[in-house]
Protein backbone atom coordinates (compact mmCIF):
# COMPACT_ATOMS: atom_id res chain seq x y z
CA UNK A 1 0.00 0.00 0.00
CA UNK A 2 1.25 3.70 -1.04
CA UNK A 3 1.78 6.67 1.14
CA UNK A 4 -1.54 8.96 1.29
CA UNK A 5 -2.45 9.41 4.57
CA UNK A 6 -0.94 13.01 4.99
CA UNK A 7 -1.83 14.88 1.76
CA UNK A 8 -5.67 13.32 2.46
CA UNK A 9 -5.57 14.56 5.71
CA UNK A 10 -3.73 18.21 4.26
CA UNK A 11 -6.70 17.99 1.15
CA UNK A 12 -9.98 17.07 3.42
CA UNK A 13 -9.46 19.77 5.77
CA UNK A 14 -9.26 22.49 2.94
CA UNK A 15 -11.97 20.47 1.20
CA UNK A 16 -14.23 21.24 4.46
CA UNK A 17 -13.18 24.38 5.03
CA UNK A 18 -16.03 26.61 5.97
CA UNK A 19 -15.09 29.32 3.49
CA UNK A 20 -16.18 27.12 0.64
CA UNK A 21 -19.40 26.65 0.62
CA UNK A 22 -19.85 26.43 -3.31
CA UNK A 23 -17.34 23.46 -5.16
CA UNK A 24 -17.21 23.17 -8.35
CA UNK A 25 -15.76 19.16 -9.11
CA UNK A 26 -14.45 18.93 -13.08
CA UNK A 27 -13.45 15.66 -14.68
CA UNK A 28 -11.63 15.06 -17.79
CA UNK A 29 -12.41 15.37 -21.62
CA UNK A 30 -14.19 12.23 -22.97
CA UNK A 31 -14.90 10.82 -19.75
CA UNK A 32 -14.54 7.37 -18.51
CA UNK A 33 -16.18 5.52 -15.67
CA UNK A 34 -13.09 6.58 -12.87
CA UNK A 35 -13.24 10.30 -14.07
CA UNK A 36 -17.44 9.92 -13.57
CA UNK A 37 -17.50 7.83 -10.71
CA UNK A 38 -15.09 9.91 -8.82
CA UNK A 39 -16.50 13.00 -9.80
CA UNK A 40 -19.81 11.44 -8.21
CA UNK A 41 -19.05 10.32 -5.09
CA UNK A 42 -16.74 13.05 -3.98
CA UNK A 43 -19.40 15.41 -4.81
CA UNK A 44 -22.28 13.07 -3.35
CA UNK A 45 -19.71 13.48 -0.09
CA UNK A 46 -19.32 17.25 -0.05
CA UNK A 47 -23.06 17.49 -0.65
CA UNK A 48 -23.10 15.69 2.83
CA UNK A 49 -20.98 18.04 4.89
CA UNK A 50 -23.26 20.87 3.34
CA UNK A 51 -21.35 22.02 0.15
CA UNK A 52 -23.45 23.50 -2.92
CA UNK A 53 -21.34 21.09 -5.57
CA UNK A 54 -21.74 21.77 -9.24
CA UNK A 55 -20.16 18.75 -11.53
CA UNK A 56 -18.77 19.63 -15.00
CA UNK A 57 -17.68 18.26 -17.74
CA UNK A 58 -16.92 19.46 -21.37
CA UNK A 59 -18.43 16.04 -22.89
CA UNK A 60 -21.41 13.95 -22.93
CA UNK A 61 -20.91 10.92 -20.59
CA UNK A 62 -20.70 7.39 -22.33
CA UNK A 63 -23.92 5.63 -22.66
CA UNK A 64 -22.64 2.75 -20.51
CA UNK A 65 -22.22 4.82 -17.89
CA UNK A 66 -24.71 7.59 -17.94
CA UNK A 67 -27.25 5.35 -14.87
CA UNK A 68 -24.02 7.24 -12.23
CA UNK A 69 -25.01 10.93 -13.10
CA UNK A 70 -28.81 9.63 -11.65
CA UNK A 71 -26.83 9.45 -8.37
CA UNK A 72 -25.32 13.01 -8.99
CA UNK A 73 -25.25 14.97 -12.48
CA UNK A 74 -22.45 15.61 -14.41
CA UNK A 75 -23.17 18.70 -16.91
CA UNK A 76 -21.31 20.82 -19.63
CA UNK A 77 -21.34 24.13 -17.21
CA UNK A 78 -20.54 27.40 -18.56
CA UNK A 79 -17.79 29.72 -17.20
CA UNK A 80 -20.35 32.04 -14.99
CA UNK A 81 -21.36 28.70 -12.95
CA UNK A 82 -17.70 28.08 -12.42
CA UNK A 83 -16.84 31.32 -11.63
CA UNK A 84 -19.32 31.31 -8.83
CA UNK A 85 -17.79 29.00 -7.28
CA UNK A 86 -15.53 29.56 -4.02
CA UNK A 87 -12.88 26.29 -4.97
CA UNK A 88 -12.17 24.01 -7.59
CA UNK A 89 -11.44 20.12 -7.45
CA UNK A 90 -10.01 18.53 -10.39
CA UNK A 91 -10.40 14.65 -10.14
CA UNK A 92 -8.75 12.00 -13.16
CA UNK A 93 -6.74 14.39 -14.35
CA UNK A 94 -3.51 16.37 -13.36
CA UNK A 95 -3.32 19.54 -16.39
CA UNK A 96 -5.91 22.15 -16.67
CA UNK A 97 -4.89 20.77 -20.49
CA UNK A 98 -6.98 17.38 -19.87
CA UNK A 99 -10.06 19.56 -18.59
CA UNK A 100 -11.39 20.69 -22.12
CA UNK A 101 -12.51 24.29 -23.39
CA UNK A 102 -12.32 26.40 -20.04
CA UNK A 103 -8.77 25.60 -19.91
CA UNK A 104 -7.28 29.60 -19.80
CA UNK A 105 -10.18 30.11 -17.13
CA UNK A 106 -8.87 27.45 -14.89
CA UNK A 107 -5.05 28.83 -15.28
CA UNK A 108 -6.53 32.38 -14.77
CA UNK A 109 -9.40 32.15 -12.13
CA UNK A 110 -8.53 33.03 -8.30
CA UNK A 111 -10.26 30.05 -6.60
CA UNK A 112 -7.83 28.21 -4.58
CA UNK A 113 -7.47 24.79 -7.41
CA UNK A 114 -7.17 20.91 -6.01
CA UNK A 115 -6.78 17.90 -7.56
CA UNK A 116 -7.23 14.25 -6.75
CA UNK A 117 -5.72 12.14 -8.90
CA UNK A 118 -2.86 8.86 -10.32
CA UNK A 119 -1.66 10.15 -13.39
CA UNK A 120 2.20 11.36 -13.38
CA UNK A 121 3.44 14.33 -14.03
CA UNK A 122 1.20 16.82 -12.54
CA UNK A 123 1.01 20.77 -13.04
CA UNK A 124 1.83 22.92 -10.44
CA UNK A 125 -1.31 25.05 -10.48
CA UNK A 126 -3.33 23.48 -7.72
CA UNK A 127 -3.07 24.86 -3.64
CA UNK A 128 -3.38 20.69 -2.39
CA UNK A 129 -3.55 18.24 -4.38
CA UNK A 130 -3.46 13.63 -3.87
CA UNK A 131 -1.43 12.79 -5.95
CA UNK A 132 -0.77 8.90 -6.08
CA UNK A 133 0.45 7.17 -9.21
CA UNK A 134 0.67 4.17 -7.68
CA UNK A 135 -3.03 4.19 -6.96
CA UNK A 136 -4.80 1.84 -9.26
CA UNK A 137 -7.80 4.54 -10.05
CA UNK A 138 -8.75 7.75 -8.54
CA UNK A 139 -12.01 6.33 -7.55
CA UNK A 140 -9.87 4.23 -4.89
CA UNK A 141 -8.37 7.91 -3.73
CA UNK A 142 -11.71 9.02 -3.14
CA UNK A 143 -12.63 5.91 -1.09
CA UNK A 144 -9.58 6.74 0.88
CA UNK A 145 -10.66 10.50 1.59
CA UNK A 146 -14.11 9.09 2.82
CA UNK A 147 -12.15 6.18 4.88
CA UNK A 148 -10.09 9.15 6.63
CA UNK A 149 -12.98 11.03 7.83
CA UNK A 150 -16.56 9.60 8.13
CA UNK A 151 -16.40 6.00 6.54
CA UNK A 152 -19.60 5.76 8.15
CA UNK A 153 -21.17 8.70 5.95
CA UNK A 154 -20.30 6.24 2.53
CA UNK A 155 -23.49 6.13 1.12
CA UNK A 156 -24.89 3.48 -1.56
CA UNK A 157 -24.79 5.43 -3.82
CA UNK A 158 -21.08 6.30 -3.64
CA UNK A 159 -20.31 2.66 -2.84
CA UNK A 160 -21.47 2.15 -6.75
CA UNK A 161 -19.54 5.04 -8.25
CA UNK A 162 -16.56 4.31 -6.35
CA UNK A 163 -16.93 0.61 -7.48
CA UNK A 164 -17.37 1.43 -10.77
CA UNK A 165 -14.16 3.52 -11.31
CA UNK A 166 -12.27 0.84 -9.38
CA UNK A 167 -13.34 -1.65 -11.75
CA UNK A 168 -12.93 0.09 -14.66
CA UNK A 169 -9.82 1.61 -14.11
CA UNK A 170 -7.98 -2.07 -12.58
CA UNK A 171 -9.34 -3.71 -16.11
CA UNK A 172 -11.41 -5.81 -13.49
CA UNK A 173 -9.29 -5.77 -11.13
CA UNK A 174 -6.33 -7.49 -13.43
CA UNK A 175 -3.54 -4.90 -13.36
CA UNK A 176 -0.26 -4.69 -11.31
CA UNK A 177 -1.97 -1.84 -9.43
CA UNK A 178 -4.10 -4.38 -7.93
CA UNK A 179 -3.30 -5.49 -4.43
CA UNK A 180 -4.63 -6.45 -0.85
CA UNK A 181 -5.53 -3.45 -0.37
CA UNK A 182 -8.05 -3.01 -3.28
CA UNK A 183 -9.58 -6.04 -3.10
CA UNK A 184 -10.25 -4.42 1.15
CA UNK A 185 -11.88 -1.57 -0.48
CA UNK A 186 -13.61 -3.34 -2.96
CA UNK A 187 -15.32 -5.74 -0.06
CA UNK A 188 -16.48 -3.05 1.98
CA UNK A 189 -17.74 -1.15 -0.84
CA UNK A 190 -20.20 -4.17 -1.90
CA UNK A 191 -21.05 -4.79 1.66
CA UNK A 192 -21.45 -0.98 2.59
CA UNK A 193 -23.45 -0.37 -0.88
CA UNK A 194 -25.05 -4.10 -1.00
CA UNK A 195 -23.63 -3.91 -4.68
CA UNK A 196 -24.68 -6.65 -7.05
CA UNK A 197 -21.34 -6.53 -8.55
CA UNK A 198 -23.27 -8.54 -11.68
CA UNK A 199 -25.88 -6.01 -12.66
CA UNK A 200 -22.42 -3.22 -12.52
CA UNK A 201 -20.57 -5.40 -14.35
CA UNK A 202 -23.29 -6.14 -17.18
CA UNK A 203 -24.19 -2.47 -16.96
CA UNK A 204 -20.82 -0.94 -18.21
CA UNK A 205 -19.37 -4.14 -20.30
CA UNK A 206 -22.32 -5.67 -21.63
CA UNK A 207 -23.81 -2.69 -23.61
CA UNK A 208 -22.41 -3.34 -27.21
CA UNK A 209 -24.53 -2.57 -30.30
CA UNK A 210 -24.36 -4.38 -33.51
CA UNK A 211 -22.92 -1.68 -35.37
CA UNK A 212 -20.39 -2.01 -33.04
CA UNK A 213 -19.69 -5.63 -33.70
CA UNK A 214 -19.46 -5.10 -37.15
CA UNK A 215 -16.50 -2.75 -36.46
CA UNK A 216 -14.61 -4.82 -34.04
CA UNK A 217 -14.81 -7.32 -36.97
CA UNK A 218 -13.43 -5.30 -39.26
CA UNK A 219 -10.74 -4.03 -36.88
CA UNK A 220 -9.50 -7.06 -36.05
CA UNK A 221 -8.66 -7.90 -39.49
CA UNK A 222 -5.79 -5.24 -39.30
CA UNK A 223 -4.26 -6.84 -36.55
CA UNK A 224 -0.71 -6.83 -37.18
CA UNK A 225 2.31 -8.73 -34.52
CA UNK A 226 5.65 -7.59 -35.32
CA UNK A 227 7.26 -11.01 -33.79
CA UNK A 228 11.18 -9.20 -32.86
CA UNK A 229 9.43 -6.00 -30.74
CA UNK A 230 6.33 -8.12 -30.15
CA UNK A 231 4.54 -4.56 -31.10
CA UNK A 232 0.67 -5.34 -32.29
CA UNK A 233 -1.23 -2.66 -34.23
CA UNK A 234 -5.04 -1.97 -35.19
CA UNK A 235 -5.61 0.60 -37.26
CA UNK A 236 -9.27 2.20 -37.93
CA UNK A 237 -10.46 4.41 -40.69
CA UNK A 238 -13.20 7.19 -40.71
CA UNK A 239 -14.49 4.87 -43.57
CA UNK A 240 -14.89 1.93 -41.37
CA UNK A 241 -16.85 3.90 -38.79
CA UNK A 242 -18.79 5.50 -41.45
CA UNK A 243 -19.39 2.27 -43.38
CA UNK A 244 -20.37 0.63 -39.90
CA UNK A 245 -22.42 3.14 -38.53
CA UNK A 246 -20.43 3.57 -35.85
CA UNK A 247 -18.57 6.47 -33.66
CA UNK A 248 -15.55 6.78 -31.77
CA UNK A 249 -16.85 5.89 -28.75
CA UNK A 250 -17.21 2.41 -29.96
CA UNK A 251 -14.09 1.96 -29.90
CA UNK A 252 -13.94 1.75 -26.08
CA UNK A 253 -12.71 -1.68 -25.47
CA UNK A 254 -10.58 -2.77 -28.41
CA UNK A 255 -7.24 -2.38 -28.22
CA UNK A 256 -7.57 -5.50 -25.65
CA UNK A 257 -7.53 -7.96 -28.44
CA UNK A 258 -3.81 -7.47 -29.83
CA UNK A 259 -2.87 -7.14 -25.86
CA UNK A 260 -4.27 -10.23 -25.58
CA UNK A 261 -2.18 -12.03 -28.18
CA UNK A 262 0.12 -14.43 -26.85
CA UNK A 263 3.70 -12.79 -27.87
CA UNK A 264 2.31 -9.27 -27.91
CA UNK A 265 3.94 -6.95 -25.17
CA UNK A 266 2.86 -3.55 -26.91
CA UNK A 267 -0.55 -2.43 -28.77
CA UNK A 268 -1.17 0.06 -30.16
CA UNK A 269 -4.76 0.83 -31.90
CA UNK A 270 -5.09 3.79 -34.36
CA UNK A 271 -7.94 5.43 -35.15
CA UNK A 272 -8.35 8.43 -38.08
CA UNK A 273 -10.09 11.40 -36.12
CA UNK A 274 -10.68 14.75 -37.22
CA UNK A 275 -8.25 14.80 -39.93
CA UNK A 276 -5.20 13.21 -37.61
CA UNK A 277 -4.59 9.68 -35.85
CA UNK A 278 -5.24 8.55 -32.24
CA UNK A 279 -2.67 6.48 -30.69
CA UNK A 280 -4.01 4.25 -28.01
CA UNK A 281 -0.78 2.64 -26.26
CA UNK A 282 -1.16 -0.04 -23.59
CA UNK A 283 1.76 -2.94 -22.64
CA UNK A 284 1.32 -5.62 -20.56
CA UNK A 285 5.36 -6.10 -20.03
CA UNK A 286 8.22 -3.79 -18.13
CA UNK A 287 7.95 -1.95 -21.82
CA UNK A 288 6.84 1.65 -20.88
CA UNK A 289 4.55 3.14 -22.89
CA UNK A 290 4.09 6.66 -21.81
CA UNK A 291 7.63 6.87 -22.60
CA UNK A 292 6.31 6.08 -26.27
CA UNK A 293 4.11 8.03 -25.82
CA UNK A 294 5.37 11.28 -25.11
CA UNK A 295 7.88 11.45 -28.40
CA UNK A 296 4.56 12.18 -29.99
CA UNK A 297 3.61 14.93 -27.46
CA UNK A 298 0.93 12.36 -25.59
CA UNK A 299 1.55 10.85 -21.85
CA UNK A 300 -0.42 8.75 -19.53
CA UNK A 301 0.87 5.58 -17.43
CA UNK A 302 3.53 2.95 -17.67
CA UNK A 303 0.81 0.29 -18.82
CA UNK A 304 -2.10 2.89 -20.87
CA UNK A 305 -1.01 5.86 -22.90
CA UNK A 306 -2.68 7.74 -25.39
CA UNK A 307 -0.75 11.08 -28.35
CA UNK A 308 -1.73 12.22 -31.31
CA UNK A 309 0.09 11.68 -34.91
CA UNK A 310 -0.72 14.79 -37.28
CA UNK A 311 -1.22 11.64 -40.02
CA UNK A 312 -1.80 10.20 -42.49
CA UNK A 313 -2.53 6.43 -41.00
CA UNK A 314 0.53 4.74 -42.41
CA UNK A 315 3.12 7.41 -41.57
CA UNK A 316 1.86 7.48 -37.84
CA UNK A 317 2.11 3.13 -37.88
CA UNK A 318 5.85 3.23 -39.56
CA UNK A 319 7.22 5.94 -36.73
CA UNK A 320 5.60 3.98 -34.09
CA UNK A 321 7.32 1.05 -35.34
CA UNK A 322 10.26 2.55 -35.87
CA UNK A 323 10.24 4.23 -32.12
CA UNK A 324 9.15 0.88 -30.84
CA UNK A 325 12.21 -0.68 -32.36
CA UNK A 326 14.70 1.96 -31.34
CA UNK A 327 13.41 1.65 -27.63
CA UNK A 328 13.34 -2.19 -27.70
CA UNK A 329 16.67 -2.41 -29.23
MN1 LIG B 1 -8.27 7.01 -13.70
Known amino acids: MYDYK ?14 FKNIAIISHIRPDADA ?14 GKNVVAHNDDQVPDNISWLTGFFPVANQDESALNSCDAIVFVDGNDPKRFGRHEAWFRESEQPKFMID ?26 LIIREHDLENLS ?22 VGPHTHEIIADVIKRGNINVSEIH ?8 LNQLSLLSRVLGTTELDERTQ ?5 VTETDLAETGSTHD ?15 TVAVLFSERDGKVKMSLRSKADFDVNKLARFFDGGGHQKAAGAWHPGPLEKAVSEIKEKVRELSA
Open 6 to 19: DDTRKLIRDLLDPA
Open 36 to 49: IGSQVALALWLKSH
Open 118 to 143: HHPQPSDIFRQTLSVTKAGSTAELIY
Open 156 to 177: PEMCRAIYTGIMTDTGSFRFDS
Open 202 to 209: QKVYDNRT
Open 231 to 235: LATIT
Open 250 to 264: DLEGFIAHPLSLRDC
